[in-house]
């Protein structure tokens, strides 16, 4: 954690020097500076080879995604998330064990197998534990950055908008690794517990995509909140609000939970709709409905960025 904030207190000059990626930026601009100016002392200097000292400064320093990206995960080192994420999914696993132990003989007669553990497993994970773990995630990161005014200074170095994307590739990472956790469990109780055949485990496999990308969509509008609101404590009230709107709306009219965001976790596993588990028709329109809500959180979140002090 104090790495996290050292790192976030570095000035905004350094932050550019890091996602360059090309440790010699600065010494490449230093020589080409001494260049120029000897040659305007001198009055020897050509247009053509000012340009060009230009052209190839402007090439070293521009802003790399790939450095954005590895600063985000340097920057984001938080091992309570997954240890709390593993936590919090193994009180599902729990959940969906009981439900298939207590009623094994009705489920054998009906050949029901990983239907019956996913069921419960991913339920209450879905409606409550993600969403407020990754927003938490994402919230705590976030409000580093408004220390040391450091929005304003990548707004001033032109460096905002790679920044911005380095976040959001960063957040379908965690999400991806989130759902890797979840699945991985999924499998263990499954298979080695439980003993059932891996043959029938592939719908539940391919839910990871659209729960991956709700996920993602869910920090990408926490990283806009968080903008706003600044304070870790100011986004999580918001973001709280908002998650219990998602579990009454999944509870009292279960179709609408694709609509919503803070929703589309539960909405996008099938959980409240186990007969559609393997539809394709569901995956792809709970996809469509994640990817809608990323590119609203992702045009919130550099709208918001832009006036954040």
């Known amino acids: 954690m104090n790495g996290n904030d050292l790192a976030n207190r570095l000035a905004s000059a350094q932050w550019q020097k890091k996602m360059s990626g090309n440790m010699m930026v600065d010494g490449q601009m230093a020589v080409n500076g001494s260049v120029i100016n000897n040659q305007n002392m001198s009055n020897v200097a050509s247009p053509e080879s000012t340009n060009g000292n230009d052209e190839v400064t402007r090439h070293l320093s521009k802003p790399s995604v790939t450095a954005a ?6 920057k984001a080192g938080n091992l309570w998330y997954w240890i709390a994420t593993v936590l919090f999914d193994l009180i599902g696993m729990l959940n969906g064990w009981s439900q298939y132990v207590d009623y094994r003989k009705d489920f054998q007669a009906q050949g029901v197998t990983w239907a019956a553990v996913w069921g419960q497993a991913i339920l209450l994970p879905s409606m409550v534990f993600m969403p407020v773990l990754v927003a938490a995630f994402a919230a705590q990161i ?5 220390v040391g005014r450091n929005w304003q200074h990548l707004n001033a170095s032109g460096t905002a908008s790679t920044a911005i994307i380095g976040k959001m590739l960063h957040g379908l990472l ?16 499954g298979k080695v517990v439980l003993g059932f055949s891996l043959r029938d ?3 539940f496999l391919l839910r990871g995509v659209p729960m991956t990308l709700a996920l993602w969509a869910i920090m990408t509008l926490t990283q806009a909140i968080s903008a ?11 973001v709280l609000v ?24 539960t909405g996008a596993s099938a959980a409240r709709d ?8 569901s995956i ?8 809608f809500w990323v590119i609203v959180g992702g045009l919130l979140f550099r709208r918001l960025t832009r006036k954040a002090v």
């Not at 990206?69 to 340097?74: D, G, M, Y």
């Open 201 to 203: 485990v592939g719908p």
């Open 228 to 238: 706003q609101f600044e304070s870790f404590a100011g986004t999580m009230s918001v």
């Open 274 to 281: 186990l007969g559609n588990i393997a539809s394709f028709g």
């Open 142 to 146: 976030e409000s580093n950055e408004h």
């Open 69 to 74: 990206l590895r600063w985000e995960i340097r």
């Open 242 to 265: 908002l998650t219990l709107f998602g579990c009454a709306l999944s509870l009292i009219v279960p179709p609408l939970t694709l609509i919503y965001p803070f929703s589309l976790v």
């Open 174 to 189: 965690a999400s991806f690794l989130t759902m890797v956790v979840f699945e991985a469990e999924f499998l263990v109780v």
């Open 284 to 291: 792809m329109v709970a996809t469509l409905m994640a990817l």
